[in-house]
């Protein structure tokens, strides 16, 4: 028997969605039910049972009392027939991550608003729809969601874990689509925009393409929907079954005009590519512990550097191979990544495997000691991608690259998952070599990737300098507090650790003379190796002097280029790297 879902809404300006569940066969014991801790693909417990104000159930249509068993369990009292909960959620979360409500939009994930009923996991849903009545937005609204639709506002999934992997939008969205393979892509714009909506299906199309031949031409979905909410200014994207929630700021999409690819398209292009990737690379082939995940605790894993890195890897790679961009622009956006690496102290202290599982209390969880503790699985995780793809090739030579890895993972792991070393596994049966001591310096280590000869081989130079643009060299990062500068990180061994620079001083001079902001850093970074600056610091209300040796430090920021005098080999190894066929 399915369960019933009904949502409507309560109070669009106390930001409130009513929601009942209906379920006909209650455990005749007492029925409990749960609402996850966390939502799939965002490693964190957020508790989104926090946001439950109130909760009821009837049956026969009398009361029946509900008890909080925990901060996310609830059991109500045995009953002989059909059981109705009902419960207001509060949604005011602008992420991709929850659920938000006003009379301008609502939007909501399974994760924070759908109760499950223990012992029922595997029983069909059906969802309902009540609009809002509102003569502000009567008529206006519609709704978009990769659930399978019934009729105007009715849809059904397979089992509970189906109904919350599809977030839904009801706003005055832009709606258009574009086939793929003769399959129905679609993407609703919400919020005041200007897109280029032409422009936008014919980049989207050939990204998607990409990504489909890359994967045996094998599509996991029947379609696909880009939920996408436009701000002011906002990043991110969470990915979803058939679907993918995204949010960019209106300057990242492109307008009317404008044929040249700018730097702030090429983001969202890649938060497309990203999260549309994942269909295939997460959502459908994940980790062996990802086939039962438990939504009411931590589960981990050593893989996100797998699934997360090798996405960021591909996600800008794409839009070179699309010829999107051009080399020299993925070029830098690539030197970019490095950099963010680069500058983080934790690549030293912490692995990848590490990066991965710790995921929920070190990534998703930084204090002002993180550049120095942890490096991010999606970034370094893009870089191991790239020196494990050139070193296959090298291997190889050139017959086999990291697409294969991806290939053979597809074919043969959708049912079983990856285990931590199925990676591996795979690429030491295409190269009939053990390269168990690379992953253990690069994967499980803190070895340096050999970046500058894994660019060489492809015929790219790779270069480190100084960076003067901010106070990173000397060793702290800054915001503005009023009429000084606040350090909000110190990064290790450096001249500003060294010298005794906390976290939440206050500069107020520099050799006696006022700065902040960037004359501040253009101050700072005049000096050079040897010499000796007083720096004034509020510390607690106290004004105080610290002597800061300037030393040398290691050239952080990364400048990647098109070698131009090349023998056959390493053009033909370029060409095999960018554009392969």
Same mark, same amino acid.
């Given at each position: 028997?399915?369960?019933?879902?009904?949502?409507?809404?309560?109070?669009?300006?106390?930001?409130?969605?009513?929601?009942?569940?209906? @379920? +006909?066969?209650?455990?005749?014991?007492?029925?409990?039910?749960? !609402?996850?801790?966390?939502? =799939?693909? %965002?490693? *964190? /417990?957020?508790?989104?049972?926090?946001?439950?104000?109130?909760?009821?159930?009837?049956?026969?249509?009398?009361?029946?009392?509900?008890?909080?068993?925990?901060?996310?369990?609830?059991?109500?009292?045995?009953?002989?027939?059909?059981?109705?909960?009902?419960?207001?959620?509060?949604?005011?979360?602008?992420?991709?991550?929850?659920?938000?409500?006003?009379?301008?939009?609502?939007?909501?994930?399974?994760?924070?608003?759908? @109760? +499950?009923?223990?012992?029922?996991?595997?029983?069909?849903?059906? !969802?309902?729809?009540?609009? =809002?009545? %509102?003569? *502000? /937005?009567?008529?206006?609204?519609?709704?978009?969601?990769?659930?399978?639709?019934?009729?105007?506002?009715?849809?059904?999934?397979?089992?509970?874990?189906?109904?919350?992997?599809?977030?839904?939008?009801?706003?005055?969205?832009?709606?258009?689509?574009?086939?793929?393979?003769?399959?129905?892509?679609?993407?609703?714009?919400?919020?005041?925009?200007?897109?280029?909506?032409?422009?936008?299906?014919?980049?989207?199309?050939?990204?998607?393409?990409?990504?489909?031949?890359?994967?045996?031409?094998?599509?996991?979905?029947?379609?696909?929907?880009?939920?996408?909410?436009?701000?002011?200014?906002?990043?991110?994207?969470?990915?979803?079954?058939?679907?993918?929630?995204?949010?960019?700021?209106?300057?990242?999409?492109?307008?009317?005009?404008?044929?040249?690819?700018?730097?702030?398209?090429?983001?969202?292009?890649?938060?497309?590519?990203?999260?549309?990737?994942?269909?295939?690379?997460?959502?459908?082939?994940?980790?062996?512990?990802?086939?039962?995940?438990?939504?009411?605790?931590?589960?981990?894993?050593?893989?996100?550097?797998?699934?997360?890195?090798?996405?960021?890897?591909?996600?800008?790679?794409?839009?070179?191979?699309?010829?999107?961009?051009?080399?020299?622009?993925?070029?830098?956006?690539?030197?970019?990544?490095?950099?963010?690496?680069?500058?983080?102290?934790?690549?030293?202290?912490?692995?990848?495997?590490?990066?991965?599982?710790?995921?929920?209390?070190?990534?998703?969880?930084?204090?002002?000691?993180?550049?120095?503790?942890?490096?991010?699985?999606?970034?370094?995780?893009?870089?191991?991608?790239?020196?494990?793809?050139?070193?296959?090739?090298?291997?190889?030579?050139?017959?086999?690259?990291?697409?294969?890895?991806?290939?053979?993972?597809?074919?043969?792991?959708?049912?079983?998952?990856?285990?931590?070393?199925?990676?591996?596994?795979?690429?030491?049966?295409?190269?009939?070599?053990?390269?168990?001591?690379?992953?253990?310096?690069?994967?499980?280590?803190?070895?340096?990737?050999?970046?500058?000869?894994?660019?060489?081989?492809?015929?790219?130079?790779?270069?480190?300098?100084?960076?003067?643009?901010?106070?990173?060299?000397?060793?702290?990062?800054?915001?503005?507090?009023?009429?000084?500068?606040?350090?909000?990180?110190?990064?290790?061994?450096?001249?500003?650790?060294?010298?005794?620079?906390?976290?939440?001083?206050?500069?107020?001079?520099?050799?006696?003379?006022?700065?902040k902001d960037k004359a501040l850093i253009a101050k700072i970074n005049k000096y050079t190796v040897g010499e000796v600056i007083k720096v004034g610091v509020l510390?607690?209300?106290?004004?105080?002097?610290?002597?800061?040796?300037?030393?040398?430090?290691?050239?952080?920021?990364?400048?990647?280029?098109?070698?131009?005098?090349?023998?056959?080999?390493?053009?033909?190894?370029?060409?095999?790297?960018?554009?392969?066929?």
């Amino acid at each position: 028997m399915s369960i019933q879902y009904t949502v409507s809404f309560e109070n669009l300006h106390a930001h409130l969605f009513k929601v009942e569940l209906k @379920l +006909l066969n209650p455990n005749p014991l007492g029925q409990v039910f749960s !609402l996850p801790n966390w939502i =799939p693909g %965002s490693y *964190l /417990i957020r508790d989104f049972a926090k946001n439950i104000v109130n909760i009821q159930a009837q049956s026969c249509g009398e009361s029946i009392d509900v008890k909080k068993l925990d901060k996310n369990h609830w059991i109500a009292w045995p009953c002989t027939s059909e059981i109705t909960l009902s419960y207001q959620i509060y949604a005011f979360d602008l992420s991709p991550r929850s659920a938000y409500l006003t009379s301008e939009r609502a939007f909501f994930n399974g994760t924070s608003v759908f @109760l +499950l009923a223990l012992g029922h996991e595997q029983a069909p849903c059906q !969802l309902s729809i009540i609009p =809002p009545n %509102s003569a *502000l /937005i009567l008529g206006l609204w519609s709704c978009a969601t990769g659930l399978e639709k019934v009729s105007d506002l009715n849809f059904k999934a397979d089992n509970y874990q189906d109904l919350i992997d599809h977030p839904v939008e009801m706003s005055d969205f832009t709606l258009f689509d574009f086939s793929v393979k003769n399959v129905k892509h679609q993407m609703a714009i919400t919020g005041l925009h200007t897109a280029d909506v032409a422009r936008l299906k014919q980049d989207l199309k050939v990204i998607c393409e990409h990504h489909i031949a890359l994967f045996n031409h094998e599509i996991p979905f029947d379609d696909y929907l880009f939920l996408t909410l436009v701000t002011a200014q906002a990043y991110g994207g969470l990915e979803h079954k058939n679907s993918t929630s995204l949010i960019c700021s209106r300057k990242e999409l492109p307008v009317e005009g404008v044929k040249e690819i700018n730097k702030d398209y090429t983001r969202f292009l890649a938060l497309c590519s990203h999260e549309y990737f994942h269909a295939w690379w997460i959502k459908t082939i994940k980790p062996a512990s990802f086939h039962q995940l438990d939504l009411n605790r931590e589960n981990y894993t050593e893989q996100l550097w797998i699934f997360e890195g090798f996405t960021s890897y591909y996600d800008e790679l794409s839009l070179l191979r699309t010829k999107l961009l051009n080399p020299e622009q993925y070029l830098d956006l690539f030197a970019q990544t490095i950099t963010r690496v680069q500058k983080s102290k934790g690549r030293l202290t912490q692995s990848l495997a590490q990066s991965s599982f710790d995921v929920w209390t070190k990534f998703y969880q930084q204090d002002e000691n993180a550049p120095n503790a942890i490096v991010s699985y999606y970034t370094k995780g893009a870089l191991l991608a790239f020196v494990l793809d050139i070193e296959i090739r090298k291997r190889s030579k050139n017959k086999y690259a990291l697409d294969d890895v991806l290939r053979i993972a597809w074919a043969d792991y959708q049912t079983t998952g990856l285990e931590d070393n199925t990676i591996l596994l795979i690429v030491n049966q295409l190269l009939e070599a053990d390269l168990t001591s690379f992953f253990n310096d690069y994967l499980y280590g803190t070895k340096e990737l050999p970046l500058t000869a894994s660019f060489a081989y492809v015929g790219v130079g790779c270069q480190f300098v100084n960076y003067a643009e901010d106070l990173s060299d000397f060793g702290v990062n800054v915001k503005t507090q009023g009429e000084y500068s606040q350090i909000t990180q110190v990064l290790a061994n450096t001249s500003a650790q060294n010298s005794g620079l906390y976290v939440g001083d206050k500069i107020i001079s520099v050799d006696y003379q006022q700065f902040k902001d960037k004359a501040l850093i253009a101050k700072i970074n005049k000096y050079t190796v040897g010499e000796v600056i007083k720096v004034g610091v509020l510390r607690d209300k106290l004004l105080l002097e610290i002597p800061v040796l300037i030393e040398k430090i290691e050239p952080t920021f990364c400048k990647l280029s098109l070698k131009a005098q090349l023998d056959e080999h390493t053009k033909n190894n370029r060409q095999q790297w960018l554009h392969p066929e």
